[in-house]
């Protein structure tokens, strides 16, 4: 049971960021093939980077974990130090395309919260990641894998066959890491707890605002 037990423990979070990687697969292919086929217009080269940046952020997810479940700490420790190369980068290029990129009226409004939502969350995320790394393994996966949720919204507003809004997923997003905590712990952990308390009431918050600046326009 022991050893059933650690391989869960090891292959979780593997298993999660897979699935992180496949929505971000689902939500963007269709619009990658439009641009690359022509239907759809080829956007600026900065919208391209953060596509390549983000897409890079899944994939070394995927692989610093995997790297866990079969036990190569040494490299999974070499390889983490990309995340935090590239986690700066992804910060600049969503101020950057929040600033330039704004549409007008309410759902420029809105927009704006989730581009600042992005911001704070994913950079709190990572320097929570980057200042337990090493002395806090529990801690640090935990805020690799919020850190991951955060421009998952992205994905989810585009795929537009799910039912019900993008705020519903990007909470149901919480509950592999909720469960696996009451299971193996009993209780939430801290970073667990409090992490993914901040992106519920972010969530509520832009959902409830959403609604009323509707209900103001209407």
Do not use: C
């Not at 605002?209 to 103001?216: I, P, T």
């Amino acid at each position: 049971m022991s050893g059933s037990r650690g391989a869960t423990d090891r292959w979780f979070f593997a298993g999660v960021a897979g699935f992180f990687l496949l929505v971000a697969i689902v939500g963007f292919a269709p619009n990658s093939v439009a641009i690359l086929s022509g239907t759809k217009e080829n956007p600026a080269l900065v919208v391209h980077v953060h596509a390549a940046a983000m897409f890079s952020w899944l994939v070394l997810f995927l692989a610093q974990a995997s790297l866990i479940g079969v036990g190569n700490r040494q490299l999974h420790s070499q390889l983490g130090r990309a995340l935090f190369v590239l986690g700066p980068i992804i910060v600049a290029l969503m101020i950057y395309l929040a600033v330039s990129r704004f549409p007008g009226g309410e759902r420029g409004a809105i927009i704006a919260a989730v581009q600042t939502e992005r911001v704070i969350l994913f950079s709190s995320f990572l320097i929570g990641a980057a200042i337990s790394r090493g002395t806090n393994d529990d801690a640090h996966k935990r805020f690799i894998l919020l850190a991951t949720i955060i421009p998952l919204d992205a994905a989810f507003n585009r795929i537009t066959w799910l039912p019900g809004a993008t705020p519903i997923w990007m909470i149901a997003l919480l509950l592999p890491i909720v469960t696996y905590d009451l299971i193996r712990l009993g209780k939430l952990h801290i970073v667990t707890a409090v992490g993914g308390g901040t992106i519920l009431l972010f969530w509520i918050g832009i959902l409830t605002w959403g609604v009323w600046l509707m209900s103001e326009t209407s």
